[in-house]
């Protein structure tokens, strides 16, 4: 295992992974992204000339597109983070979603099955387990909680981990899967729960929380993503599912008041707004078996995560300011327009 096709290396993680692996690793990585609204190669700029790394602009839906910059660079493993990412976006409009996300995977899983690749990993996501009681905490999602899907979004990335499983079986390939809690840091695309509230917040706007502000996400850094990844990827089995999560759930509003006290604001500036239909209400990992089995576990606790990433936004105004300009006002104002009464 040596050149490794990091699909969707433009967007939040892929990119930060792309960093991590040029640093902790040996591999060659070719970043071969189709640069939707979410991915941007100034993730990259600090290591676009490093000779292990390399862009290529494809798309992960187009076989042929795949196959040439699998062969051009003896690609010998696939990481698949290539994906439409946005719940409330799935819910706007789930065409996408299906495409990029069920039909790009397939596309994935035909090249590694025609060209007998070494490896691929799935990256997918704690989504796909459906939600969690609130009262009760013991319950968390295991490796075996049914698939249980909500939104268009988690749908999408289901059916792609069945089709995993699927050409697993059946072809006897060699697929891992990672099912990972919600990720933050920095280059996220403040359409998510924590940058955008930097941003609003340091844009002096109001902080929309939906419904009550108590549904509860299980929140990991995004570096320590990057290194469950690696650990599945070299010593992971093959056909299995890991779980990767954070032990460190949160409410939603809690996470946004951290956020306003962090920039020394307060809280008269959050604004409950109507609440996304089907939304999720809490998600909790138990990531026993990637840290029993391949002795992984976090780096970061929560207060140096938040820490670090609030100064990222702080420090990278112009990098948050750009990427919501254009397009992503449309979006802003369709998907909030009937939650602002
Ligand atoms: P992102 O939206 O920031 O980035 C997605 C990237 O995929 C972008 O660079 C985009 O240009 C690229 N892309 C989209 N469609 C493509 C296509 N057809 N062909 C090639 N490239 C395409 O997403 P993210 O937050 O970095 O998530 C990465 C992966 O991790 C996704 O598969 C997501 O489901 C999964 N995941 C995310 C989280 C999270 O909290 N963000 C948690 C668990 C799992
Ligand atoms: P998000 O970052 O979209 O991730 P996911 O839905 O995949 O977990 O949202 C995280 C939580 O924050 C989720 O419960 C929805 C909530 N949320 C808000 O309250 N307001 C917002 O403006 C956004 C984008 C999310």
């Not at 050409?167 to 990720?183: D, E």
């Not at 840091?185 to 844009?203: C, R, S, V």
Request: charged share 25%.
């Amino acid at each position: 295992m040596k050149n490794i096709l990091v699909t969707g290396g433009a967007g939040f993680i892929g990119s930060n992974f792309i960093k991590y692996a040029l640093q902790n690793t040996g591999f060659n990585l070719v970043n071969f992204d189709k640069l939707t609204y979410a991915g941007n190669l100034e993730n990259l700029t600090d290591i676009e000339f490093n000779d292990r790394y390399k862009f290529v602009k494809g798309d992960i839906c187009e076989k042929d597109e795949v196959e040439k910059a699998v062969h051009e660079n003896e690609i010998d493993t696939i990481i698949n983070f290539a994906a439409e990412s946005h719940v409330d976006r799935s819910i706007l409009g789930a065409k996408e979603f299906i495409n990029t996300n069920v039909m790009g995977t397939h596309v994935l899983l035909e090249v590694l099955k025609d060209h007998k690749l070494e490896k691929y990993l799935q990256v997918s996501t704690d989504e796909v387990y459906g939600s969690l009681p609130e009262d009760k905490k013991e319950i968390l999602f295991t490796e075996s909680t049914p698939i249980t899907t909500n939104s268009p979004y988690s749908a999408s990335k289901a059916s792609a981990d069945l089709l995993c499983n699927a050409f697993h079986h059946t072809f006897g390939l060699p697929i891992l899967i990672t099912r990972c809690s919600n990720n933050y840091g920095p280059y996220q695309f403040p359409e998510k729960l924590i940058p955008l509230m930097i941003a609003k917040t340091l844009n002096g706007e109001k902080l929309p929380v939906y419904g009550d502000g108590k549904n509860v996400r299980d929140w990991l850094y995004v570096e320590d993503h990057c290194s469950a990844i690696i650990k599945v990827l070299s010593d992971g089995r093959s056909g299995e599912v890991y779980n990767i999560g954070g032990n460190n759930e949160w409410y939603n509003i809690d996470i946004v008041k951290l956020i306003l006290k962090k920039l020394g604001k307060t809280d008269d500036m959050i604004q409950y707004v109507k609440d996304r239909p089907g939304h999720d209400r809490r998600y909790a990992i138990d990531s026993s078996k990637i840290a029993d089995e391949l002795g992984w576990k976090p780096a970061y606790d929560f207060e140096t995560g938040i820490t670090l990433t609030v100064e990222w936004y702080l420090k990278n105004e112009e990098w948050w300011k750009k990427v919501m300009s254009g397009e992503y006002q449309k979006y802003y104002s369709e998907n909030y327009r009937d939650k602002i009464s």
